[in-house]
């Protein structure tokens, strides 16, 4: 069936490392793909998005790629601070699916000093 | 920047009472929706909102549940008879265009059923 889902729930990464979250999505009529981050007790907070015409998007101190043909996406976080310790989801529109998300369970991300 | 506001931030209330989440949307937002969260879970869809009427909803919203945009500057989700299962983060978003690319999320109200 149609998921989306994350390959690690908690990620644990030293301050200044580079940090990598992956996410795998099932449904190729998904034309549109975006990366929220979530702080406790917040609203998912919009990161970078992509189209499926797109294999990677840049933003500041943020990559987005994505591999269409086996279906994945990750987010690459350059120089990880402390303030990047949140959870992260992954959530993809569905073409024709109307102004539907639908998010993965999220990861985790720890940032230790 | 501007913000999606939510009220209140923390609803408890019993089983069986109807109750109404606030949100004020962007200014000059046209979409409106409304997801919930679980503890522990994932981000779920409940409705999409345009042009006065439900554009999608998902199999959630039920008959409980009901949208409306009352003013021209809110839009409050009630829920008619509260559940336990109903115990969740409700979070309201908005967004320009159609679709929830650049939408901006509210803070979410906190919904305790006991």
């Known amino acids: 069936g149609e998921s989306v889902g994350l390959h690690l729930p908690t990620l644990s990464v030293q301050e200044g490392d580079n940090s990598i979250i992956n996410c795998a999505y099932s449904?190729?009529?998904?034309?549109?793909f975006i990366w929220y981050k979530q702080e406790s007790g917040k609203g998912p907070q919009f990161i970078i998005d992509?189209?499926?015409?797109?294999d990677k998007r840049q933003g500041q101190r943020v990559t987005v790629l994505l591999n269409k043909t086996v279906k994945h996406l990750s987010l690459q976080i350059a120089a990880t601070q402390p303030g990047d310790s949140a959870v992260y989801f992954c959530?993809?529109?569905?073409?024709?699916?109307?102004?539907?998300?639908?998010f993965g369970t999220g990861t985790q991300l720890k940032v230790e000093l | 920047e501007p913000e999606v506001t939510q009220t209140p931030s923390h609803q408890v209330t019993q089983m069986g009472q109807e109750v109404i989440l606030r949100c004020v949307p962007i200014?000059?937002?046209?979409?409106f929706y409304w997801y919930r969260q679980i503890l522990g879970q994932k981000v779920e869809f409940l409705v999409s909102?345009?042009?006065?009427?439900?554009?999608?909803k998902s199999e959630i919203f039920d008959d409980q549940f009901s949208v409306e945009r009352p003013d021209g500057s809110n839009f409050t989700l009630k829920i008619r008879s509260t559940k336990l299962e109903d115990s969740a983060m409700y979070f309201c978003?908005?967004?320009?265009?159609?679709?929830?690319?650049?939408?901006?999320f509210g803070p979410g109200t906190r919904l305790t059923v006991l």
């Open positions: 992509i189209r499926s015409n797109m």
């Open positions: 978003a908005s967004s320009i265009t159609p679709g929830l690319a650049g939408a901006k």
């Open positions: 200014s000059n937002h046209l979409y």
């Open positions: 959530a993809e529109i569905l073409t024709g699916g109307g102004n539907k998300l639908t």
């Open positions: 449904n190729s009529a998904s034309d549109y």
């Open positions: 909102f345009y042009n006065n009427e439900i554009s999608e």
